[in-house]
């Protein structure tokens, strides 16, 4: 059973860019859900997917944005990119809104802005 | 304020010693999460648990929820157990709403 896959594992854009990154879960997973990690504030989560609506939502900027298609696979994109958004995103799928069996994780994306 | 506070945030230990981890958090929580997460960024789902204690080879995790207290054990530590080691806990909010709130690691290293 294929893992969670995330593309590109590395990206480095310009300040004032706008980037979209990519998640496809397991087979048969029906939530996406994103992450940001950074040295100064460690792991916070986005926001999560499921059936391709916005289920919940972190405390990140209206920048930020995503979206779940009909395979499950979802995008998350970051407008306007900032030095700040330099971080590793990471993503999770799980067969069930708010994970009760569990989650499984992505190697990442690692964005660097400069 | 839904919060997860971990300790030690830095460890090091010799190889064959035993390890413990601890995570603290605030009520409300449907479940915590024990990950792990190597050099270069791939995080492991080690545990989920609600109650109780579970174990998997030499790792063990335990909560309490009285107490809001979980810790992770690592039994006869080994040098490839070094990684960061992340609690979350899972807040249920309003509605079906969840979310993954994580301590800030705790950096493992394990000495030869």
């Known amino acids: 059973k294929a893992g969670v896959t995330q593309t590109p594992r590395y990206l480095i854009k310009t300040r004032g860019q706008q980037v979209t990154l990519s998640c496809s879960p397991i087979?048969?997973?029906?939530?996406v859900s994103w992450y940001q990690q950074t040295p100064g504030q460690g792991l916070q989560f986005l926001f999560e997917y499921f059936s391709e609506t916005q289920r919940n939502k972190g405390n990140f900027p209206g920048r930020f944005s995503g979206r779940q298609f009909s395979n499950s696979r979802s995008e998350m994109n970051v407008s306007t990119l900032e030095l700040g958004d330099s971080a590793l995103y990471l993503c999770?799928?799980?067969?069930?809104?708010?994970?009760?069996?569990?989650?499984?994780f992505g190697s990442g994306t690692r964005l660097t802005v400069v | 304020k839904n919060e997860v506070e971990q300790s030690p945030q830095n460890l090091t230990a010799q190889e064959g010693e035993f390890i413990t981890i601890n995570c603290s958090y605030s009520?409300?929580?449907?479940?915590l999460h024990w990950l792990q997460q190597h050099p270069g960024g791939g995080i492991v789902s080690l545990f989920m648990?609600?109650?109780g204690k579970k174990k998997h080879g030499r790792l063990i995790a335990t909560i309490n929820i009285q107490e809001k207290h979980s810790s992770l054990h690592i039994t006869a530590s080994h040098p490839r157990d070094s990684a960061v080691y992340i609690c979350a806990a899972h807040y249920l909010g309003g509605g079906s709403n969840y979310k993954l709130t994580f301590g800030k690691g705790t950096l493992l290293t394990v000495n030869p």
């Open positions: 009520v409300g929580i449907s479940a």
């Open positions: 087979s048969g997973h029906r939530s």
């Open positions: 999770a799928s799980s067969e069930r809104q708010g994970a009760a069996n569990g989650y499984t």
């Open positions: 648990l609600s109650s």
